[in-house]
């Protein structure tokens, strides 16, 4: 299938609970109730406070007339998607954790990738680990496919990742339960992922390089977990000139292939194998 397919195969349908629905309309003051409890901003846990600039611009605007009838726009619009990838419905949450709380292009590019050519690229039983999953989707494909996975990311992303990974995996008779671990890019690597006991089949990643800081640091822990016989999957949108540089350097690390490019989503798609040096 092509990229215009996987836009359709992954369109993003916002699914409500009944609870949600019937409280979208009328109701809407109400569920700032709820969440609120009534609260002022500074009075509600940090989780549902408004970041620093939205919660500016909105009071610039217009002072609310009633505290109570305030809109929390940013968590209000925290949604469910839904995806079908291998035969099966995937539910994902969204949530507040900034670049992993949504699911990004390179993740749909990898899923569908993953299922298309789940002949060739066989993941039945086969030892996974993703590296900066977010929401968990990719995660949840690669389990579904069969595969013993790993999901990683920072620590304050995981609450959100294992929630999407057990509502999508739990009594669906998967061969393998997944596990939800702490990664922080070269942070602790070999104490925490020994060579020795860490030999994973395949590294997934999508989406890890953009605009911060740690690009080194990714690539210690990719050349890490990269070892011999192990095949590293690598999905992103290219977006600027650094994830570029980030690729040369890539090339340079590994034996890289080219394996698929989505120029609809500016997705590329690269197999690393570890690389002697
Ligand atoms: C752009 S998001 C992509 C999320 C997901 N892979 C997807 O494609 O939907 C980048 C991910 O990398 C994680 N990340 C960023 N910096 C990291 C670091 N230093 N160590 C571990 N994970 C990191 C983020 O928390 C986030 O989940």
Redesign the pocket.
């Known amino acids: 299938m092509d990229a215009e397919c996987l836009e359709c195969m992954s369109c993003v349908q916002p699914v409500l609970s009944a609870a949600e629905e019937e409280s979208c309309g009328e109701g809407d003051d109400e569920i700032v109730d709820n969440e609120t409890g009534g609260l002022q901003q500074d009075q509600l846990p940090e989780t549902l406070q408004l970041w620093g600039d939205e919660k500016d611009i909105i009071c610039d605007i217009e002072p609310p007339l009633k505290p109570k009838a305030w809109v929390p726009t940013v968590y209000a619009c925290f949604d469910k998607e839904q995806y079908w990838f291998a035969g099966y419905q995937i539910t994902i949450q969204e949530s507040i ?4 709380g ?3 292009h ?2 749909k590019a990898v899923c569908h990738y993953l299922e298309e050519n789940r002949e060739e690229l066989n993941l039945k039983n086969k030892k996974v680990l ?6 968990g ?2 995660s949840i494909v690669a389990c579904i496919l069969g595969a013993e996975v790993t999901a ?3 620590p304050d ?1 995981l609450g959100n990742l294992r929630y999407n990974l057990s509502r999508n995996t739990k009594g669906k008779s998967l061969l393998h339960k997944p596990e939800v671990r702490e ?4 942070q602790d690597l070999e104490a925490n992922f020994p060579k020795s006991s860490c030999l994973y089949d395949y590294i997934l ?4 390089v ?1 605009h ?1 800081m ?1 690009p080194d ?2 690539l210690e822990t990719m050349k890490h977990l990269c070892q011999p016989g192990t095949e590293l999957i690598w999905a992103n949108k290219f977006r600027f000139n650094t994830d570029y540089d980030f690729l040369s350097r890539f090339n340079m690390l590994f034996e890289t292939e080219l394996l698929a490019e989505f120029p609809d989503l500016e997705v590329k798609i690269f197999k690393a194998k570890h690389k002697a040096g």
Do not use: K, N, P, R
């Open positions: 954790e900034g670049y992993a949504v699911v990004w390179a993740a993703e590296l900066g999953s977010g929401t989707l990719v990683t990311d920072l992303c990664l922080v890019w070269g990643a999508a989406d890890v953009y911060h740690y640091e990714l």
